[in-house]
């Protein structure tokens, strides 16, 4: 049982590049997130999954795009990366059934240059 | 004025002390709330949820709430160098028919011998 898993753990990306990071769980979770963290400004969320088939915006969509494939991935798209856009990404996710708890992945550090 | 709220410290202890983390919000309809703990580099891990006013305890750690004053804390008994973190405060805010935790910044705790 791995929890949740993103990939990649590490990214370098020129401006204007386009990249997917990838998060699945394995413990048969509803919801799925996806968070930014930068210095001083804790997480932010920039997407959200309810459940699969279902995406909604968060505090901070502009420049992202996500895909709920299935009920284990939820993947977040940059399609034109920014230097705005380096930080901590991590997934999380839920039951979404009567518990509110969240579970984080590892995290992906972006650095767009 | 932020929805959760928290000193970003840090907050410095002897060891073997008592550790006060504060954590006040802003939606007074909110019911769930959660300590996060995160070391540097690493992904938030949950460590206490409460839902109820008053005291839950679970080993050294004890969550207070207190719902009139829309405050919650966390209190770590005999703290160890290696309770150094970053603590976030978490509350469950219910919107647009979805479930979303807001987290506050943190609080960085620094545990000294």
């Known amino acids: 049982n791995a929890g949740v898993t993103q990939t990649p753990k590490f990214q370098v990306l020129k401006t204007g590049q386009s990249m997917t990071l990838q998060c699945a769980q394995d413990?048969?979770?509803?919801?799925m997130y996806w968070y930014r963290q930068d210095p001083g400004m804790g997480l932010r969320l920039i997407y959200y999954?309810?459940?699969?088939?279902?995406?909604d915006k968060g505090e901070v969509p502009n420049g992202y795009n996500v895909s709920r494939l299935n009920k284990r991935e939820f993947s977040l798209r940059l399609e034109s990366a920014a230097p705005s856009q380096t930080s901590v990404y991590f997934c999380?996710?839920?039951?979404?059934?009567?518990?509110?708890?969240?579970?984080f992945g590892p995290g992906t550090r972006l650095t767009v240059t | 004025q932020k929805e959760v709220e928290q000193n970003s410290g840090p907050l410095s202890v002897p060891e073997g002390a008592i550790a006060s983390l504060n954590c006040t919000y802003s939606?007074?309809?909110?019911?769930?709330f959660f300590w996060y703990r995160q070391y540097s580099g690493k992904s938030p891990e949950l460590i206490m949820f409460?839902?109820?006013?008053g005291d839950k305890e679970d080993g050294r750690f004890t969550a207070q709430l207190n719902k009139a004053s829309q405050y919650v804390s966390l209190l770590i008994r005999d703290s160890q160098p290696s309770d150094s973190a970053t603590y976030l405060c978490?509350?469950?805010?219910?919107?647009?028919?979805?479930?979303?935790?807001?987290f506050g910044a943190g609080t960085r705790l620094a545990v000294h011998p």
């Open positions: 999380a996710s839920r039951t979404g059934t009567g518990s509110y708890e969240q579970y």
């Open positions: 413990m048969n979770h509803n919801s």
């Open positions: 999954s309810a459940s699969e088939g279902t995406t």
């Open positions: 939606d007074r309809g909110s019911q769930s």
């Open positions: 409460i839902y109820s006013n």
């Open positions: 978490a509350v469950n805010r219910f919107s647009g028919g979805y479930n979303k935790l807001i």
